[in-house]
């Protein structure tokens, strides 16, 4: 069983940066994926970025050249930096490692973009 823990939201105005923490915890395979997706009030949940145990990073268009996904795998973390934030990031951020079987999420960050 893993565990997911997300951290580092919050308020933010337009233009501003937020670097989100997510740490594994539990029985955790070598070799998983891990990601960050999102959710906006009365959307449905998207991809916003993925990175391989290797470091291989995949990004949804809209983040491209604005958010960067790395990990720590001593330390099972995989962050999410967020530069040039908009309005329209606005949404419950949530961490996921997948491998196999597994399918694991964590509870989810609010990040909020307003002036």
Not at 73 to 82: E, F, I, P, R, S
Not at 84 to 110: F, H, M, V
């Amino acid at each position: 069983q893993v565990q997911l823990v997300e951290s580092g939201g919050g308020l933010v105005q337009p233009g501003g940066s937020l670097r989100l923490s997510c740490t594994a915890s539990g029985r955790i395979p070598r070799f998983n994926v891990m990601g960050w997706h999102r959710q906006a009030p009365g959307k449905q949940r998207e991809l916003v970025a993925v990175i391989t145990f290797g470091g291989s990073a995949n990004y949804a268009d809209s983040v491209k050249g604005r958010f960067t996904i790395s990990r720590d795998n001593a330390k099972n973390t995989v962050y999410l930096q967020m530069n040039s934030l908009k309005p329209e990031d606005t949404a419950a951020y949530y961490c996921n490692l997948a491998i196999g079987t597994i399918n694991s999420w964590g509870r989810g960050t609010q990040v909020t973009v307003s002036s």
